[in-house]
């Protein structure tokens, strides 16, 4: 049985529907009401959640579909509004009554059947740039928490870690650990989130270990996910 509570799952079936409806332009679209009643989920959730944060992203259906260049704009009958994408596809999804009472639509630039709608959990990114394990273990975990709560299927799932990304463009992104002159932790290429088939970012994983220890980046990544098993 389709576990539809679940945001990504319902999103992408909700999108699929919206896609074979089409529009006169053929675009990639979807319904701000079905959006939005996916979305509510995270703001209605009662557990912890001080420590990660919820956007819709934008995401490429094969590994060649590339975040650079989309724009999504919120189009209703008295209304338009552009929403910013940052560099992994996510964007502030805006609350607006008209918007819901219009049904408006959320419009991508690109053909339908390319990209999807879902909803993303990532954890919030501190301006010091230092974080401690035993916050980031906290942060993981508040977000599988949550997916347990929308996915019954992640019941067994365990957080493995969390992993920093940043721009392909960023050779050395200089994460490492708090100790001395430890090393910087290898970056890799993959994807932003956890399953996505666009790999084109740089990825610094960071596995959880019995210790205290702290993390320092250089740079701001693009976004901080938590990685399961």
Known sequence: MLNLRHPSLLLALLFTAAS?????????????????????????YGKPKHLIQQHLQVVGRDKNASPEGLQLTLQGKTMRQNLPLDATGRAVFPVRKAAYDENASLLLNRPAGQYQF???????IRPDGVYDSADLRAACEQALAYQRYVDITLRASKCRGVRFVFSKELIEPGVRLRKGEAPTLPPGEGPAFQGDPYEGFRVVPYAFGDGKEQVVTQNVPLAITPVFE
């Open 118 to 124: 879902r909803a993303r959990i990532s954890i919030v």
């Open 20 to 44: 074979a409806m089409g529009q006169s332009n053929d675009v990639a679209w979807m319904s701000y009401r079905d959006v939005y009643r996916t979305m509510v989920q995270f703001d209605k």
